[in-house]
C-alpha cells in the first residue's frame, strides 16, 4: 500500500510565499516522478510542477520564475516552495507520485493525495 500525503497549505497574503510539502511511503520501490496539481475553485485541475527521479523539471509558465520544485530523495519527499504569491494561485494543491515496486512482479501505478489548500488574499 503507498500513501502520498501534501502538507503546508494555509492562508497567506498576495506576494507572501508558502511551502508545501509531498510525503510518499509504503511499498514502493522506487519514485519516477511526482507532481504537484492546482485545482482553482470551480476549474479544472492543471500541472503546476514535476520532477522525475533523475531531477529533470518541467514548471507550469504561469509559475515558472515564482515557484519552485526540490525533492528529498532520502525521504521521499518533494516540495514545492511558492513565492509571489497572487489571488490566482487560490486553491487546492494535489500531489501525485508515480512510483514502481517491485517483488515477484513489477507494479508500476499512481497515487494521488488527499490535497492541500492554499488561500491567497488579495
Known amino acids: 500500500q503507498v500513501q502520498v500525503v501534501e502538507s503546508g497549505g494555509g492562508l497567506v497574503q498576495a506576494g507572501g510565499s508558502l511551502r508545501l510539502s509531498c510525503a510518499a511511503s509504503?511499498?514502493?520501490?522506487?519514485?519516477?516522478?511526482i507532481e504537484w496539481y492546482h485545482q482553482g475553485p470551480g476549474k479544472e485541475r492543471s500541472l503546476v510542477a514535476k520532477?522525475?527521479?533523475?531531477?529533470?523539471?518541467t514548471q507550469a509558465d504561469s509559475v515558472k520564475g515564482r515557484f519552485t520544485i526540490s525533492r528529498d530523495n532520502a525521504k521521499n519527499t518533494v516540495y514545492l516552495q511558492m513565492s509571489s504569491l497572487k489571488p490566482e494561485d487560490t486553491g487546492v494543491y494535489y500531489c501525485?507520485?508515480?512510483?514502481?515496486?517491485?517483488?515477484?512482479?513489477?507494479?508500476?501505478?499512481?497515487?494521488w493525495g488527499q490535497g492541500t489548500l492554499v488561500t491567497v488574499s488579495s
Open positions: 501525485a507520485a508515480d512510483y514502481t515496486h517491485i517483488t515477484d512482479t513489477v507494479v508500476v501505478g499512481r497515487k
Open positions: 520532477i522525475t527521479k533523475n531531477g529533470d523539471i
Open positions: 509504503g511499498s514502493i520501490s522506487s519514485i519516477n516522478a
